[in-house]
């Protein structure tokens, strides 16, 4: 799809100018790739006017963002938490015996929430990139997050809210599988348990370990995975990509 934009057909030809950029060649995903983080959303902000001039009442495409891991960097607090106060090392979850279980299940649902949003940091952006999303016309975004407790749920609805705004939100109990709707609904997740049971389109977020999943370490390379479908008139993930993680 952006492959059209940079060929100059949009425009008739290459010397015409969007949003006082001449050359377009800017938006290439390997020059995206070398980006700093903060010229990516630039570059997104760019492609979502871009796609305001080319696409009206299309499908939006649904993608459901992990919070844990994904936006809010909250594990590596709970990892440090969990191992200062019990012992335990949460990277060894499936090592651990019934009583330790316990102990990690009681410390997620005692957890201060409103302690660990605050301080746990914001992955790459993550939350302006969401907001990009909100104001694109190819995308739909939602926020699925796996919950220990109802007062989890309910102080991340409240940070969601703060930060984020007015975006549909669902949640899981933990242990339990995400549920898509449609075949063609994104998960953007760090947790492979999540991937493998997601019927639609799995979406590795970058946690530093290996997956067989597509696997992206910023938001908004989705951008360059999206393919509309004239015939449909949906927006879609460009399964080909996926398949030979190219």
């Given at each position: 799809?952006?492959?059209?934009?940079?060929?100059?057909?949009?425009?008739?030809?290459?010397?015409?100018?969007?949003?006082?950029?001449?050359?377009?060649?800017?938006?290439?995903?390997?020059?995206?790739?070398?980006?700093?983080?903060?010229?990516?959303?630039?570059?997104?902000?760019?492609?979502?006017?871009?796609?305001?001039?080319?696409?009206?009442?299309?499908?939006?495409?649904?993608?459901?963002?992990?919070?844990?891991?994904?936006?809010?960097?909250?594990?590596?607090?709970?990892?440090?938490?969990?191992?200062?106060?019990?012992?335990?090392?949460?990277?060894?979850?499936?090592?651990?015996?019934?009583?330790?279980?316990?102990?990690?299940?009681?410390?997620?649902?005692?957890?201060?929430?409103?302690?660990?949003?605050?301080?746990?940091?914001?992955?790459?952006?993550?939350?302006?990139?969401?907001k990009l999303f909100?104001?694109?016309?190819?995308?739909?975004?939602?926020?699925?997050?796996?919950?220990?407790?109802?007062?989890?749920?309910?102080?991340?609805?409240?940070?969601?809210?703060?930060?984020?705004g007015d975006i549909?939100?669902?949640?899981?109990?933990?242990?339990?599988?995400?549920?898509?709707?449609?075949?063609?609904?994104?998960?953007?997740?760090?947790?492979?348990?999540?991937?493998?049971?997601?019927?639609?389109?799995?979406?590795?977020?970058?946690?530093?370990?290996?997956?067989?999943?597509?696997?992206?370490?910023?938001?908004?390379?989705?951008?360059?995975?999206?393919?509309?479908?004239?015939?449909?008139?949906?927006?879609?993930?460009?399964?080909?990509?996926?398949?030979?993680?190219?």
């Amino acid at each position: 799809m952006i492959e059209y934009l940079l060929s100059g057909r949009f425009y008739g030809q290459n010397t015409r100018t969007f949003n006082g950029y001449k050359n377009l060649n800017i938006l290439s995903y390997d020059k995206y790739k070398k980006s700093t983080i903060k010229e990516k959303l630039e570059k997104i902000k760019l492609l979502n006017e871009y796609y305001k001039i080319l696409y009206s009442n299309i499908n939006k495409l649904d993608i459901y963002f992990d919070f844990d891991g994904v936006i809010k960097d909250t594990m590596r607090h709970c990892s440090y938490l969990l191992l200062r106060l019990h012992g335990i090392d949460i990277n060894l979850h499936s090592k651990f015996n019934v009583e330790d279980e316990k102990v990690v299940e009681n410390f997620f649902k005692s957890m201060d929430w409103d302690y660990l949003l605050n301080a746990s940091s914001e992955i790459n952006e993550a939350i302006s990139f969401i907001k990009l999303f909100q104001e694109s016309v190819i995308f739909n975004p939602a926020i699925y997050s796996a919950v220990n407790s109802v007062s989890e749920m309910h102080k991340k609805c409240i940070f969601i809210e703060k930060n984020i705004g007015d975006i549909s939100k669902k949640f899981n109990a933990v242990h339990t599988p995400k549920l898509a709707v449609n075949n063609t609904d994104v998960l953007v997740d760090d947790t492979e348990y999540n991937l493998e049971n997601w019927t639609g389109v799995p979406i590795h977020f970058d946690n530093g370990k290996d997956s067989m999943y597509y696997t992206i370490s910023d938001f908004g390379e989705l951008y360059y995975l999206a393919n509309f479908n004239p015939e449909s008139n949906n927006m879609e993930i460009n399964m080909q990509r996926i398949y030979t993680k190219k």
